[in-house]
């Protein structure tokens, strides 16, 4: 039996599978793993444009966390 889904309805699928549950941390990071997984699996090509996205997504976590971390640090002081 073939299931040929289209990656739109899977992304949607896991998001209401995402909104539905809450996992513990370390189930968390092995499903984040295997979908990046699958993902370099299945993707065959990855425009300029969007690794240049994805850079500044890292760049822009990076920053809010740091804020967040010095935010946290602070509070403890106080």
């Known amino acids: ?15 209401v599978i995402d909104w539905l549950m ?19 699996e299945t993707m065959t090509y990855v425009m300029s444009i969007e690794r240049l996205a994805l850079e500044q997504g890292k760049l822009e976590g990076k920053a809010e966390g740091k804020v967040e971390g010095k935010i946290e640090g602070e509070a403890r002081l106080l």
């Open 1 to 15: 039996m073939s299931r040929d889904y289209a990656r739109l309805d899977i992304m949607e699928l896991l998001r």
């Open 22 to 40: 809450q996992f513990p941390d370390e189930l968390e990071r092995q499903l984040s793993d295997e979908i990046k997984q699958l993902e370099a």
